[in-house]
């Protein structure tokens, strides 16, 4: 089984940066895209950002110029930064594998706890 572990999230003023980090465990790390996604309140599960084995991302509209995902290959690790924080973006992110080296619409069907994100006044 893959395990992901996210952290970073916390409470933030607009404008606002966090930086969230995800521990993925097990032996596909090296050889999957990555992605964030996050669950918003009412909304469904979004992917926000992606990141292939060859450095290449993809950024929802509602994030680009904003978020930042990065991938540390030799410790297993995924992260985003997130800059210019707005209400919008309060959710639970969550980190997950590809099936592909290559940012695809296939992932595991496997969820850590999470990570909250809330951006308020």
């Known amino acids: 089984q893959v395990q992901f572990v996210e952290s970073g999230g916390g409470l933030m003023h607009p404008g606002g940066s966090l930086r969230l980090s995800c521990a993925a465990s097990g032996s596909i790390f090296s050889s999957s895209a990555m992605g964030w996604f996050r669950r918003a309140p009412g909304k469904q599960r979004e992917l926000v950002a992606a990141?292939?084995?060859?450095?290449?991302?993809n950024y929802v509209d509602s994030v680009k110029g904003r978020f930042t995902i990065s991938r540390d290959n030799s410790k297993n690790m995924v992260y985003l930064q997130m800059n210019s924080l707005v209400p919008e973006d309060t959710a639970v992110y969550y980190c997950?594998?590809?099936?592909?080296?290559?940012?695809?619409?296939?992932?595991?069907?496997?969820w850590g706890q999470g990570t909250q994100v809330t951006v308020s006044s």
């Open positions: 997950n594998a590809n099936i592909r080296a290559t940012i695809t619409t296939l992932w595991y069907n496997t």
């Open positions: 990141i292939s084995t060859s450095g290449s991302t």
